[in-house]
């Protein structure tokens, strides 16, 4: 099954319990498994930093999932937990051995920061 790597990151409430939380909803998902994640790194902002700090880290899931369909439900997990997904900036995003060949999900395509990392 291929193995995709997500960006994880929260910075209101209780930051933690929140990436625990979409960590548990990804893994109670048909069709991935979540088989590891990071430590959880505390983390200054970075562009606008008139707001609270992050907490970030990533996520390794197996799944049987197409590429955009892993996104969609990324981007659903996403709103489900309070975040506004328009213009959302999408950290690197790989499913299998290499990055997605789909121009939408390639990154750097979608969302970069000035530059051209996120």
Avoid: H, K, W
């Amino acid at each position: 099954m291929p193995r995709a790597f997500v960006g994880l990151g929260s910075n209101l409430g209780d930051r933690e319990a929140t990436i625990l939380a979409a960590v548990a909803e990804l893994d109670a998902t048909d069709g991935i498994a979540v088989v590891g994640v990071s430590s959880l790194i505390d983390t200054e902002p970075v562009g606008n930093v008139d707001q609270p700090r992050f907490l970030n880290g990533v996520a390794a899931l197996e799944t049987s999932l197409p590429a955009r369909e892993l996104l969609g439900l990324l981007l659903a997990v996403e709103a489900r937990f309070g975040r506004d997904v328009q213009g959302r900036e999408l950290a690197q995003f790989f499913v299998g051995d290499s990055p997605n060949p789909e121009p939408a999900l390639r990154p750097g395509e979608r969302g970069a920061s000035p530059g051209g990392r996120i």
